[in-house]
């Protein structure tokens, strides 16, 4: 763990996030390999990322699992939520500059601001948490 997010833009970093290729690098190219299904290595570069192992699962550990055994995509909705985790996180990253410790600690950490929710725990729990957890860290 404790990688460095290296790509320019923001939506090339979420891409980076999610271990796919430079060739993701646009919204709509974005959204369609998440309609698609994201693949199972996603979660493995979300964790290699990450300054620590979180409190919470992402996706739920049985759905990773089962896609990596069956070397199939993750469904559309687990996709859904990885990618909805990566844009929070990729903000939180730039906001925090990089430092993970600080990434996590504000994932992590209830926020009174987001009714005492954690932002990573609003951020996975549909695209309009996460809005909420990127309006929050770019005001």
Do not use: C
């Given at each position: 763990?404790?990688g460095?997010?290296?790509?320019e833009?923001?939506?090339?970093?979420?891409?980076?996030?999610l271990?796919?290729s430079e060739e993701?690098?646009?919204t709509?190219?974005?959204?369609?390999?998440?309609?698609?299904?994201?693949?199972?290595?996603s979660?493995?570069?979300?964790?290699?990322?990450?300054?620590s192992?979180?409190?919470?699962?992402?996706?739920p550990?049985?759905?990773?699992?089962?896609?990596?055994?069956?070397?199939?995509?993750?469904?559309?909705?687990?996709?859904?939520?990885?990618?909805d985790?990566?844009?929070?996180?990729v903000v939180?990253?730039?906001?925090h500059?990089?430092?993970?410790a600080?990434?996590?600690?504000?994932?992590e950490?209830?926020?009174?601001e987001?009714g005492g929710?954690a932002?990573?725990?609003?951020?996975?729990s549909s695209p309009?948490?996460?809005?909420a957890?990127?309006e929050?860290?770019?005001r």
């Amino acid at each position: 763990m404790n990688g460095k997010l290296t790509r320019e833009t923001e939506i090339d970093r979420v891409s980076e996030l999610l271990g796919l290729s430079e060739e993701i690098n646009d919204t709509q190219t974005l959204t369609n390999q998440v309609e698609i299904g994201l693949p199972a290595a996603s979660v493995e570069k979300i964790l290699e990322i990450m300054y620590s192992q979180p409190e919470l699962n992402i996706i739920p550990e049985r759905a990773y699992r089962r896609a990596k055994a069956e070397k199939q995509p993750l469904s559309a909705v687990k996709s859904q939520i990885l990618y909805d985790f990566a844009r929070a996180y990729v903000v939180a990253d730039r906001v925090h500059a990089g430092n993970g410790a600080l990434v996590m600690r504000f994932l992590e950490k209830p926020n009174s601001e987001l009714g005492g929710a954690a932002p990573m725990a609003l951020a996975i729990s549909s695209p309009a948490g996460a809005d909420a957890v990127i309006e929050l860290l770019t005001r």
